[in-house]
């Protein structure tokens, strides 16, 4: 069945050391992956995406690597800061044709920045 | 734009009243989703409907739940009758229908039925 799972719940790591936040998928069908920032009292932002064609995806401060033959996705977070504090989701989406799909969220993980 | 609205930000119900959560989408969107998150459970998909007819409804928990996108521009999630169980955030995103699927999400609704 479809399922997005975390290994990690929580990670805490020192301010402006990398984080590396892991996420497995099942669904060998997805096409398309998303990574989600999501801050106390807030909904879930978007931080970075990758499609199945890709294997990296770099944005600012964040790189997204995508292993297809194992189904493991991972955010990685340079130069960590205390703003970067927050629970981190990985979804995954099946695009059919001609339609958006649905976005299959993970657990999430606790990602606590310590000063 | 001002991202997806919705209402009300916090509601709190005696178990057994009608509640109704409202959405307004991001202007031009097409695809619409209902998700509702917990701690045990995390972020759960309920519905979604593109160009406002409802696609996947296999998340609704039960028949207490029900979900209308009249128009384009708005999207009310019922439940009635409401039950503790029922307490969660329940969010709203929208997205652009073909070739992007990157959802953007409302601030949420916290419920909380006693």
């Known amino acids: 069945g479809e399922s997005v799972g975390l290994h990690l719940p929580t990670l805490s790591v020192q301010e402006g050391d990398n984080s590396i936040i892991n996420c497995a998928y099942s669904n060998s069908a997805s096409d398309y992956f998303i990574w989600y920032k999501q801050e106390s009292g807030k909904g879930p932002q978007f931080i970075i995406d990758i499609r199945s064609n890709m294997d990296k995806r770099q944005g600012q401060r964040v790189t997204v690597l995508l292993n297809k033959t194992v189904k493991h996705l991972s955010l990685q977070i340079a130069a960590t800061q205390p703003g970067d504090s927050a629970v981190y989701f990985c979804a995954e989406n099946i695009l059919p044709s001609g339609n958006t799909g649905k976005l299959i969220f993970g657990q999430g993980t606790t990602l606590q920045v310590k000063p | 734009d001002a991202g997806v609205i919705q209402s009300p930000r916090h509601e709190v119900t005696e178990m057994g009243q009608e509640v109704t959560l409202r959405c307004k989408p991001i202007s031009g969107h097409n695809s619409l989703f209902w998700y509702r998150q917990t701690m045990m459970r995390g972020l759960e998909l309920l519905i979604y409907f593109n160009n406002n007819v409802p696609i996947d409804d296999s998340g609704m928990p039960e028949d207490r739940f029900s979900a209308k996108m009249p128009n384009a521009s708005f999207s009310t999630l019922k439940i009635q009758p409401s039950e503790p169980r029922d307490s969660a955030v329940y969010f709203c995103?929208?997205?652009?229908?073909?070739?992007?699927?990157?959802?953007?999400f409302g601030q949420g609704t916290r419920l909380t039925v006693v």
């Open positions: 995103a929208s997205s652009l229908r073909r070739g992007q699927a990157e959802a953007f």
